[in-house]
Nanobody, 120 residues
Framework: QVQLVESGGGLVQAGGSLRLSCAASGRTLSTYAMGWCRQAPGQEREFVAIISGDGDRTFYADSVKGRFTISRDGANTVSLQMDSLKPDDTAVYYC??????????????WGQGTQVTVSS
């Protein structure tokens, strides 16, 4: 079974930066797209960013485009560099992995989540 473990969350002031990382184990994910979703209190989970298995294709939610950068370091590690953070970015961030590169639906694998809090 695949396990995804996120790290790097925390508390940061508005305008600051954080870098999230996700490490996968249990299977080589070289053909899987990996990405990030987030869920703020009282809101539905939403797509943030995704990267293809070969790392050549990326896609971002409009709300983070130009501020967040997703990258892949090998088959089983994905990172999310978050710059110019806003209080609206406060959420639990989840790492995802899926055989298809898509921005909605139920992904094959999910991490447990890491909290990101942006203070104003």
């Amino acid at each position: 079974q695949v396990q995804l473990v996120e790290s790097g969350g925390g508390l940061v002031q508005a305008g600051g930066s954080l870098r999230l990382s996700c490490a996968a184990s249990g299977r080589t994910l070289s053909t899987y797209a990996m990405g990030w979703c987030r869920q703020a209190p009282g809101q539905e989970r939403e797509f943030v960013a995704i990267i293809s298995g070969d790392g050549d294709r990326t896609f971002y939610a409009d709300s983070v485009k130009g501020r967040f950068t997703i990258s892949r370091d090998g088959a089983n590690t994905v990172s999310l560099q978050m710059d110019s953070l806003k209080p609206d970015d406060t959420a639990v961030y989840y790492c995802t992995a899926d055989a298809s590169m898509r921005i909605e639906g139920v992904y094959d694998f999910w991490g447990q989540g890491t909290q990101v809090t942006v203070s104003s």
